[in-house]
């Protein structure tokens, strides 16, 4: 007897046959066929949308709502693309123990909320690949084992779907890691462990040996000292080399991604969206086109956009895309700032400091306003107020709360750069090579 995904699959044949009524006969057997939640939000979601297309709203409306009912967030977008404002009826989201497979051919087994994975679970993948732990909304995240179809294995923290805190890698050659992960990798702290008898314990970033570390060879020699890229560096500018080539790389990369958006960002940009038009404007900045840029933050900054006004004003200020106003600039920042705006408060104190733009330095002003953008948790904030307390400018020297203060700097730039924040990562590397962490 057919299953769920084979009437799926004979439904999606006839949309790329152009036939969709015959697929909107299939759909019907596939929720006819449906088991859990999953597979009858997708079925009910997928008839509903066959019904939209073809302009059949009468038809579309209680599949759409079906769908939502079992956890849809696209059907009730479409709901609201037709005028309906729906609540969906189911109101129970405690998870329920099932089993299932999902799109991709993968069997859950497990607690689940409306077909998602939510709590206690084990999943085991097409390809061999094992994982069993905790579930948060679909993804990996708490405690879990994962066995890679090869035999290696993971063992420890997951953050939203990727190993993130302390782990545990055992492969099948005989190798083991254990330490600190970032987003998958090796990242902070770490001891490996060869199968000849060969050890390395110390700094990694990106899955590989960098910072200090001491390499142990199973004869008895010692490599101990500074590492980047992976490799002993014997010199100073052996260490500067390598790290000037990891630089390289990841600016490329974001110079590239900010090409990638242009294009998604602009036709939103053109319809008015305050938001778009402050990440073009980022985008446009990252690659240096820095006219582009000063037009896309004015447009943002001009509905309102707080980011936006605070990166005009420097635009103003430093005469970036635009003639230098100095005076437009400072009254731009120091609103943003008064407003709350922890970047702007945070600059701002950077500006007392330094004297800058018509200000004139004064550390008691740079204490004040780092310690408001601080209070926000802006994390470059709280390292500048860290070396304030370290130095004893504007405050009284105070080394213990300096070293806090550091402590809860690094904290910040690593969940930034978890977000995806390559220069949070740069941050937290200059902190560690200045053992301030």
């Given at each position: 007897?057919p299953?769920?995904?084979?009437y799926i699959?004979?439904?999606?044949?006839?949309?790329?046959e152009?036939?969709?009524?015959g697929?909107?006969v299939?759909?019907?057997s596939?929720?006819n066929a449906a088991?859990?939640?999953?597979?009858?939000?997708?079925g009910y979601?997928y008839?509903g949308?066959?019904?939209f297309?073809l302009?059949?709203?009468?038809?579309?409306?209680?599949?759409?709502?079906k769908a939502?009912?079992?956890g849809s967030?696209?059907a009730?977008?479409?709901l609201e693309a037709?005028?309906?404002?729906?609540t969906?009826?189911?109101s129970?989201?405690?998870?329920?123990k099932t089993?299932?497979?999902?799109?991709?051919?993968n069997?859950?087994?497990?607690?689940a909320?409306?077909?998602?994975?939510?709590?206690?679970?084990k999943?085991?993948?097409?390809d061999?690949?094992?994982?069993?732990?905790?579930w948060?909304?679909g993804?990996k995240h708490g405690?879990?084992k994962?066995?890679?179809?090869d035999?290696?294995?993971?063992?420890g923290?997951?953050?939203?779907?990727k190993?993130?805190?302390?782990?545990k890698?055992?492969?099948?050659?005989?190798?083991?890691?254990e330490?600190d992960?970032?987003?998958?990798?090796p990242?902070?702290?770490?001891?490996?462990t060869?199968?000849?008898?060969?050890?390395?314990?110390?700094?990694?970033v990106?899955g590989?040996?960098h910072?200090?570390g001491k390499y142990?060879?199973?004869?008895?020699?010692v490599?101990?000292?500074?590492?980047?890229?992976?490799?002993?560096?014997?010199?100073?500018?052996?260490?500067?080399?390598?790290k000037?080539?990891?630089f390289d790389?990841?600016?490329?990369?974001l110079?590239?991604?900010?090409r990638?958006?242009i294009p998604?960002l602009l036709?939103?940009?053109?319809?008015?969206?305050?938001?778009?038009?402050?990440q073009?404007?980022?985008c446009?900045?990252?690659?240096?086109?820095?006219?582009e840029a000063?037009?896309?933050?004015k447009k943002?900054a001009?509905?309102?956009?707080?980011?936006a006004?605070f990166s005009?004003?420097c635009?103003?200020?430093?005469?970036?895309g635009t003639f230098?106003?100095?005076?437009?600039?400072?009254k731009l920042?120091i609103?943003s700032?008064e407003q709350g705006?922890a970047?702007?408060q945070?600059?701002?104190?950077?500006v007392?400091?330094?004297?800058?733009?018509?200000i004139?330095?004064?550390?008691?002003k740079?204490v004040e306003?780092?310690?408001?953008?601080a209070?926000?948790?802006y994390?470059?904030a709280i390292m500048?107020?860290?070396?304030?307390?370290?130095?004893?400018d504007?405050v009284k020297?105070?080394?213990?709360k300096?070293?806090e203060?550091?402590r809860?700097?690094?904290?910040g730039?690593?969940?930034?750069?978890?977000?995806?924040d390559?220069?949070?990562?740069w941050?937290l590397e200059?902190?560690?090579d200045?053992?301030?962490?």
């Amino acid at each position: 007897m057919p299953t769920f995904r084979d009437y799926i699959n004979m439904a999606e044949k006839s949309v790329k046959e152009k036939d969709l009524h015959g697929a909107i006969v299939d759909a019907t057997s596939a929720i006819n066929a449906a088991v859990t939640d999953s597979e009858k939000k997708e079925g009910y979601q997928y008839r509903g949308m066959l019904h939209f297309i073809l302009n059949e709203k009468a038809n579309a409306i209680p599949d759409l709502k079906k769908a939502a009912d079992y956890g849809s967030n696209l059907a009730l977008e479409k709901l609201e693309a037709l005028g309906i404002n729906y609540t969906p009826q189911r109101s129970s989201s405690t998870p329920e123990k099932t089993k299932f497979k999902d799109k991709d051919g993968n069997t859950y087994e497990g607690y689940a909320t409306y077909g998602t994975p939510n709590g206690k679970g084990k999943i085991t993948y097409t390809d061999g690949d094992i994982y069993e732990g905790d579930w948060v909304d679909g993804m990996k995240h708490g405690k879990g084992k994962f066995t890679f179809a090869d035999g290696d294995i993971y063992e420890g923290d997951y953050v939203e779907g990727k190993e993130h805190g302390k782990g545990k890698m055992t492969f099948t050659n005989g190798d083991k890691y254990e330490g600190d992960y970032v987003e998958g990798n090796p990242h902070g702290k770490g001891k490996y462990t060869y199968k000849n008898g060969d050890k390395y314990e110390g700094g990694y970033v990106d899955g590989k040996r960098h910072g200090k570390g001491k390499y142990t060879f199973a004869n008895g020699k010692v490599d101990e000292g500074e590492w980047a890229d992976g490799k002993f560096a014997r010199s100073k500018e052996e260490i500067q080399k390598a790290k000037d080539a990891i630089f390289d790389a990841e600016l490329k990369k974001l110079k590239d991604d900010a090409r990638k958006r242009i294009p998604e960002l602009l036709p939103l940009a053109k319809k008015g969206d305050a938001e778009a038009q402050y990440q073009l404007a980022e985008c446009y900045g990252e690659i240096e086109k820095e006219k582009e840029a000063f037009k896309w933050y004015k447009k943002a900054a001009k509905q309102g956009h707080e980011g936006a006004k605070f990166s005009l004003g420097c635009c103003y200020i430093d005469g970036v895309g635009t003639f230098p106003i100095k005076f437009i600039g400072r009254k731009l920042i120091i609103t943003s700032a008064e407003q709350g705006y922890a970047e702007a408060q945070e600059y701002l104190g950077t500006v007392y400091y330094v004297g800058h733009g018509g200000i004139y330095a004064d550390y008691k002003k740079m204490v004040e306003w780092y310690t408001k953008a601080a209070a926000q948790g802006y994390a470059d904030a709280i390292m500048k107020l860290a070396r304030c307390y370290e130095d004893g400018d504007g405050v009284k020297e105070d080394k213990a709360k300096a070293a806090e203060l550091y402590r809860q700097a690094a904290e910040g730039f690593r969940k930034m750069y978890k977000q995806g924040d390559i220069r949070a990562k740069w941050k937290l590397e200059k902190l560690t090579d200045d053992n301030k962490i």
